[in-house]
C-alpha cells in the first residue's frame, strides 16, 4: 500500500467505515470498494497533473469511482473528482494525464529499471540519501566501497531520473522517494510474509467489546513491523478478554512476548509505549477517540525464556486469554503444558455467585508444603 492508498484508507475509517467494510485490492482499480458498494480510488499529484495506467480512466468513470487526490504535504485530500468528471481533460487546476499503453513504453527503459534494482549498492545508496539528504562521492563510500561500482550505481540512478546532483552532493528526486518507499515496503513485506500466518484472525474476531478489533490488528502489526521475527506472541487477558471491561476506565491488558528482549523491564516498557505513541496517530485510534472511547494499552512484557516460566497471569488465560499472534504455537502449547500440571495437582477454579472466582490449585495440599508449578 503507498501513501496515498494509506491516507485514503485512514480517511474512510474517520468518515465512518469499519475496517471490516473496507476491500483493499491491491493492483487493481478502484484502490478500496467498501461495504455500501462504492469504489475509491488514490492519486498522488504530480505537479498539476494526476496519472492514470492505460484504460484507467475509463474504467474508473464507468464504474462511478470517486478520485481522491492527495499532495505530499497533507493527510486530507486536495479534491475529490466524482467518476463523471473524469471525462474531461481537467478538473479545475488538476490536469489528467494517460501513461501510455505497454506496447508503447520503451522495453529496454524498462528491463534497466528491473535489473538496476537488484544490483550491488542501488538501494545501498537510495537509503543512504533518503536517511541524511545530500551526501559526496566520498559520503557515499561509506555504503559502496568500490569507486567504479558507486560511479556506475550514481550513473543509473541518474539515468533513471531517481537522483538528482547539485554541485558536488547526490540527493533524491521525487520520484527516487517513491522508489525507496516502494522498495522498504517490498523488503518488509517478504520479510514479514512468513511470520503473518501466525495471526490469529479468529482470536480478533473473539474479543467481546467489537471496537477494539481495529486498533489491536493495527497494533499487532506495529509490534510485526517492530519486533519482527523476534515477536513471540501477543495475548489479550483480563476484563476485556472477558467482555465485563467498562469503557474508559478498564485497561486492555496485553501479554506481549519477545525474544532476546533486554533484562531491564523499564527499558522494555519505554520501547512499547513508542510503539502505543505511534497507535495513536492511526486512524483506527482517532476514530475511537472521536467517539469518546480513549482506550488504555497495559502490558506485561516478558522475554520468551521468562514465558516459559509459571505466571499468575497464566489461570486466568486458560479460561478467558484471546491469542493474537503465536509464533510457532508458543503460548498455546504453554498453556496446554500448565493446564496439564493442574489436572495432575488436582486444581480448579471455583466461580463466586458475584462473577468472581478463585483457584484451588491442590485441594490436599498440607501444611508448610510448598505448589511449585514447572512448565518446562
Known sequence: MNQSERKLEQLLL???????????????SPDFVTSDGKGWEAKRLYGEKIIFYPRQRAKLQEAGVTVLVFHDGSDEPMAEIPGTGLSQTSYGRIRFHDAPSAARQSTKA??????????????????????SGLLSFTDLQ??????????????????????????????????????????RELDLVLRLKDLKRWLRREGFDRLPRTTYRGLLRRYVRLLLEHFEDRL????????????????????????????????DVWGRIEELSRLKSALE?????????????????????????????????YLDMLFDGITLYDREDFMEKTLEILAGRLEELGSRRVQLPGGGWYWILKPDLKMGEEIEIQLY
Open 14 to 28: 474517520s468518515r465512518g467505515y469499519t475496517p471490516e467494510e473496507i476491500l483493499y485490492q491491491p493492483g487493481k
Open 142 to 183: 561509506e555504503v559502496v566501497e568500490n569507486p567504479r561500482t558507486l560511479s556506475l550505481r550514481l550513473s543509473e540512478l541518474r539515468d533513471l531520473g531517481l537522483i538528482r546532483k547539485e554541485q558536488s552532493k547526490y540527493g533524491l528526486t521525487k520520484e527516487g522517494i517513491d522508489a525507496g518507499d516502494l522498495l
Open 281 to 313: 496517530e492511526t486512524a483506527e485510534h482517532r476514530l475511537l477517540v472521536r467517539g469518546g472511547v480513549w482506550p488504555i494499552l497495559q502490558h506485561y512484557p516478558l522475554t520468551k525464556e521468562e514465558a516459559q516460566g509459571f505466571h499468575r497471569i
Open 232 to 263: 513471540v506472541s501477543v495475548v489479550v487477558f483480563g476484563s476485556v478478554a472477558q467482555g465485563d471491561d467498562t469503557v474508559n476506565e478498564s485497561d486492555i491488558d496485553l501479554l506481549v512476548v519477545v525474544d532476546e528482549w533486554g533484562r
Open 110 to 131: 524498462w528491463r534497466v529499471s528491473v535489473r538496476s534494482i537488484v544490483r550491488r549498492g542501488f538501494y545501498d545508496v537510495l537509503e543512504a540519501l533518503d536517511r
